[in-house]
């Protein structure tokens, strides 16, 4: 008898153990299979006046741990559009959202119907994927006129999404379709803080071992304004000032009209605002900050760390006071176009950079296929192979990319009469303008180890181009346009006309 039953136990301890060992190679063929994702996306974030420089702790837990991109850019400067090309992985011309109104496409009816119902989201489901957003969507969203906060984008499982543009108090989100009013209320209301609370009980509440594995998108307000910090940052870097550096308050020369109506040398109030505003957008910062580092810690005491990407980027870039612009978006320039990039997870080398021009356009290819996926209908192109540089695949070399930018203009400025029906539009400091119908322009980016050119051409009473030479002059000073030799620019036009009008895999190069 006793023989029988160890017998027996000896068998029944095999089969557990091989049961086990079964389920130990599922998980870990799961694990490589499938990672989490979590996509950090910034407002108004820069690069060029070191706007990544308060978030220490997410470049020490994410840039360091991983792979920190030198060369990223939004293919247009403005929120709304750029947001429509990051869901889509499309170009502007393509997805057809051209500014942050209702009738410009942004969250339209028409977009949602033509362009939200093929963004990546709507493919994350098919690969197995729990999703999860929370925060700023698109600028128009939960209006009225984009359906309510009863229109929740497809795809997502967990929806918090901001109505309309960024805030940090005395906002409404759409719960799952039902409308959460929010006071001004710190911590409870605070819209960084909410993120963070709803990604902590989204993690939180995911069983441990659980099969499924989840994307996340944590779309903060920080640094777009107000400008408003959580109290406790609210006196951060008190004795810091805008950089000085590149073009500050130097008077533009031979650049497109808007740009040289700017006040040169800043009135000192101008100054003084812009300073202020560098320091609470630094501010606004640290709370995003203070979330990565739970966030990641979080995922490492759920033991899903090692399984997770977490790719950390932003809308498009800002200036404060370059050219004398006092604070906005919406130009050609690098400070405007630059954003951040870093991804940490499975398979990427620690302590990496690359100089590689890598796209908004291109994240939610990049997304689709570490999940062993692709992402049909976009411009873009996945980077996995600069991430995971072991597997041997071929590096995206994109010589050639492009920006556009359509103009935004009111009929009223409210407290610049002199603009009245002028088509101009974001005048604050002493009325100058930020933007204008003629600010309309596409440009083609050409970046290589060895060259960095830039030309853009502006649909205006001018037909305005501008050629810059970032290898030689990095702060855009000197327009090149008068002295190019007339070949080099009918190449240019070439070009910029090529991917102006460009889809799909067409975009990834570029007649020569
Ligand atoms: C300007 O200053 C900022 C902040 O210190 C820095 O990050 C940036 O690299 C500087 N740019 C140039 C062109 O020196
Ligand atoms: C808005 O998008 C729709 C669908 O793509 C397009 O037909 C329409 O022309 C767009 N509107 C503008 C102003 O571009
Ligand atoms: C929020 O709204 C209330 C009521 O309108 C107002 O008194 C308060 O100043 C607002 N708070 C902020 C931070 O805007
Ligand atoms: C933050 O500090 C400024 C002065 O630097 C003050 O005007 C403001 O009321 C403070 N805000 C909070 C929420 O403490
Ligand atoms: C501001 O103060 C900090 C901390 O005391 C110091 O490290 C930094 O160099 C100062 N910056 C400037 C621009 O004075
Ligand atoms: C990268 O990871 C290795 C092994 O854990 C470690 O020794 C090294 O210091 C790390 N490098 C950086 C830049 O973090
Ligand atoms: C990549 O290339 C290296 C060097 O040619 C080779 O040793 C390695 O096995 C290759 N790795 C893969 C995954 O093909
Ligand atoms: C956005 O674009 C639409 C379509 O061209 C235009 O009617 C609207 O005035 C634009 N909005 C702004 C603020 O420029
Ligand atoms: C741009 O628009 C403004 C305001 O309507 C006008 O005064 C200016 O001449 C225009 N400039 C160009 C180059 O089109």
Redesign the pocket.
């Known amino acids: 008898m006793a023989e029988v039953n160890n017998r027996n136990r000896n068998t029944y301890t095999a089969i557990t153990m091989m049961v086990f060992y079964m389920f130990f190679l599922i998980s870990v063929a799961h694990a490589v299979d499938n990672p989490n994702i979590i996509f950090i996306l910034t407002d108004d974030q820069d690069?060029?006046?070191?706007g990544q420089?308060p978030m220490a702790k997410t470049k020490k837990l994410v840039g360091d741990q991983g792979i920190i991109f030198n060369n990223m850019f939004t293919t247009s400067p403005l929120c709304c559009p750029s947001r429509s090309s990051i869901f889509t992985g499309r170009y502007v011309h393509n997805h057809n959202a051209l500014n942050n109104s209702i009738s410009g496409n942004c969250s339209s009816p028409a977009w949602q119907k033509t362009q939200e119902t093929n963004a990546f989201p709507t493919y994350l489901k098919s690969h197995g994927y729990e999703t999860f957003f929370a925060g700023k969507y698109l600028n128009q969203y939960g209006k009225k006129a984009a359906g309510g906060v009863e229109h929740v984008p497809p795809g997502w499982d967990n929806w918090y999404g901001l109505v309309g543009n960024s805030v940090y108090y005395n906002y409404s989100l759409s719960v799952n379709g039902k409308r959460e009013k929010h006071g001004d209320q710190y911590p409870q209301d605070y819209l960084t803080s909410v993120i963070h609370k709803r990604a902590r009980q989204f993690l939180d509440g995911r069983h441990k071992w659980s099969n499924s594995p989840f994307f996340m998108m944590l779309s903060t307000p920080a640094c777009h304004s107000p400008f408003t910090p959580a109290p406790q940052h609210n006196s951060s870097f008190s004795n810091m000032t805008a950089?000085r550096?590149?073009s500050y308050n130097v008077k533009a020369k031979n650049k497109h009209w808007l740009i040289e109506q700017a006040i040169v040398p800043m009135p000192d109030d101008s100054v003084k605002n812009s300073d202020e505003i560098f320091r609470n957008r630094w501010r606004t910062l640290l709370s995003v900050d203070d979330m990565v580092e739970d966030i990641l810690d979080t995922l490492d005491s759920n033991g899903i760390l090692d399984n997770t990407y977490i790719f950390f980027s932003s809308d498009n870039g800002y200036h404060l006071g370059q050219f004398g612009l006092p604070y906005d978006k919406r130009q050609l320039y690098d400070f405007d176009i630059r954003v951040p990039l870093m991804v940490r997870g499975p398979g990427i080398k620690n302590g990496t950079f690359s100089d590689e021009a890598v796209l908004n356009i291109d994240l939610a290819p990049t997304f689709l296929s570490l999940m062993g996926g692709f992402m049909p209908g976009a411009d873009g192109v996945s980077f996995k192979d600069i991430l995971h540089p072991q597997d041997n695949g071929t590096k995206p070399v994109r010589g050639t990319f492009l920006v556009e930018h359509t103009g935004e203009y009111s009929d009223t400025i409210k407290g610049c009469p002199q603009y009245t029906g002028q088509n101009m539009n974001n005048c604050d400091q002493h009325c100058v303008c930020e933007d204008s119908m003629n600010n309309t322009f596409a440009c083609i980016v050409q970046i290589s180890q060895t060259r960095n050119m830039k030309y853009c051409e502006f649909i205006d009473s001018q037909n305005s181009v501008e050629i810059y030479d970032l290898k030689a002059d990095?702060?855009e000073l000197t327009n090149l346009y008068q002295t190019t030799d007339p070949k080099t620019i009918a190449l240019f036009e070439k070009q910029l006309q090529f991917l102006s009008t460009c889809e799909g895999d067409r975009c990834h190069s570029v007649p020569t």
Do not use: C, E, F, Q
């Open positions: 690069v060029t006046m070191g420089i950089p550096n590149g990095p702060a």
